[in-house]
């Protein structure tokens, strides 16, 4: 089934909003966490319930990045990784997720995309269907202006006549409708396959320094 001008809408707020803009939101508040993590774990002489709380936010740091496996030890009351790591590896998975994401949206739209060419295809096959059916009416009478035709056939033929040219009027709409459709689409392509290109450029060059570094050791 095609998309309507409003339903593409609602698919690209879902798609480029609801992936690359909602990405950006969760990395600040995942960021906000890691900091409160760092800096319960450098509070000096903490008492039981800090060291509960230091938990329950390494725990809900995991369960936001999945692959983190930050580690709290309560009894040396230290973390498995410095600061500075940590704070490079959040960033790194955050980036890792959203570009697996837009990804995700990008083949998504491609899908969508595919399926309404089909029924671009379909829709203006039957532009052509009805087109030749008012013309088999129009040039049934012999008559170069059909509607003089109704003086001898009343209105019975005139309706007849009139229902085809609706007809026709509607499939041509209902055709450029997804016409216009599939020009965002194809926009909304060009976008999310710039902001993809970009989040992998980024992932490229993370690895790279994680590379020289590494070398550098």
Do not use: W
Request: hydrophobic content about 35%; charged content about 30%; glycine content about 4%.
């Amino acid at each position: 089934m095609s998309l309507s001008k409003k339903d593409f809408q609602d698919f690209t707020s879902r798609s480029l909003t609801g992936t690359s803009e909602r990405y950006d939101k969760a990395a600040k508040s995942t960021d906000a966490l890691a900091e409160e993590v760092i800096t319960l774990s450098n509070r000096e002489n903490k008492s039981a319930d800090d060291k509960t709380k230091l938990q329950a936010k390494v725990n809900a740091l995991n369960s936001t990045l999945e692959g983190l496996n930050l580690t709290y030890d309560s009894e040396n009351d230290k973390l498995s990784m410095s600061a500075k790591l940590l704070k490079e590896k959040v960033k790194a998975m955050e980036k890792q997720q959203k570009a697996a994401a837009l990804q995700g949206a990008y083949n998504e739209l491609l899908e969508e995309m595919v399926g309404h060419e089909y029924d671009m295809k379909k829709q203006l096959d039957d532009v052509h269907k009805k087109e030749e059916n008012l013309q088999k009416l129009r040039s049934a009478t012999g008559e170069v202006n059909p509607y003089a035709a109704a003086i001898a056939g009343g209105n019975a033929y005139l309706n007849v006549l009139q229902t085809a040219e609706n007809a026709v009027d509607k499939q041509k709409q209902t055709y450029n409708d997804s016409a216009s459709a599939y020009y965002e689409m194809c926009e909304e392509k060009r976008i999310m396959g710039e902001q993809l290109e970009a989040a992998q450029e980024e992932l490229a060059k993370q690895e790279k320094e994680r590379q020289d570094i590494h070398l550098q050791l």
